[in-house]
């Protein structure tokens, strides 16, 4: 195995200057420093990542915990935080939490302990002892997906925060479908405790208010994000005396859920009951109805996580900021709306939901 002094040798420079080519840590002439590239991949030097680290006291890591990584929607977002921390020449540890408080606490503290540079996590609904131990060992973090409240005092943690929108996007659904001449129109909403869960329904209930429909809480029941749930829920809409026409579906998981029971109530979608959904997914458009959903640009909110921690790495003292990346419409048949033949060019492109837009800081 080749060493860092072979490939001095080779490149006819000193070991100091190729670990400063490796390391980064002094300016080296275009010249050597392309020297000693060559070198390293003619003698396919692989540096010790673990000696650099001692040296240098980082470890150009950074953990992610992100639970239900199987979900489609989380599986994207992963993506885009995997290759934003390549090319940044970081690598990524990963940790499922489980949505479990206790446990992502501990998933918390094991990377933490593996000497990641800093965090981005999904948190839980209860969060408590997580801010506790970020905040008591001073690690760098962003909250993804789901936002926290963080306490307005200038000497607590700086916690930044990326989301997709969620409110507007909702109500835009329940527009649509009230448009199309629905009265009960129902949500499938997500796990109690969610910032997510909150904001679509609200948005819900703005959709409802803006279209000049009541709220019926019967009409509102929770799926807990995940599709057995959802599958619970939607049955319990369809014992109601007077069952709703519509129905929103608060995530992708709970698309499934309501489908598979609407299928065991024999129902057909959209001519027994319109379906509209939060998330797209892959395979959204080969249902039969192809599916109306509001898409997040969940790549984007994972590429975005990962410049703002490396900000917050670079300017630990820096104002929090929360960021909120918009959604677009994606308008298929599954509300009911005739099929929309594509062009030559291919797929009609995604109707933007709303216009980007930053939160005040945190």
Known sequence: MATMADVARSAGVSVATVSHVLN??????????QAVL?????????PNTLARSLVTSRTRSIGLAVSAISNPYFTE???GVEAEALQHGYSLLIADPHDDPAHE???VQLLHERRVEGMIIAPSAQPGELLAYLGRHRVPAVFLDRLVDLPPDDDAPRFDQICAESTEPTARLVTHLAGLGHRRIALVAGRPGLSTTAERITGYRHGLAASGLPYDERLLVHG????????RATTELLSLGSRPTALVTANNAMTIGALRALRAHGLSVPADIALCCFDDFAWADLFTPRLTAIAQPSRDIGARAVRVLLDRLAAPDRPA???RLPCAFVHRTSCGCPDTP???????????SEKPRKGTPS
Do not use: F, M, N, W
């Not at 807990?224 to 599958?231: F, V």
């Open 38 to 46: 060559d070198a390293i991949d003619e003698l396919g030097y692989t």
């Open 224 to 231: 807990h994000s995940e599709s057995a749930g959802a599958e």
């Open 105 to 107: 606490r501990k998933v």
């Open 24 to 33: 980064d840590t002094r300016p080296v002439l275009p010249h050597t420093r």
């Open 342 to 352: 594509q062009r030559p060019d291919g797929p009609a492109q995604p109707e933007k």
């Open 321 to 323: 900021r929360t960021e």
């Open 77 to 79: 977002i992963l993506q």
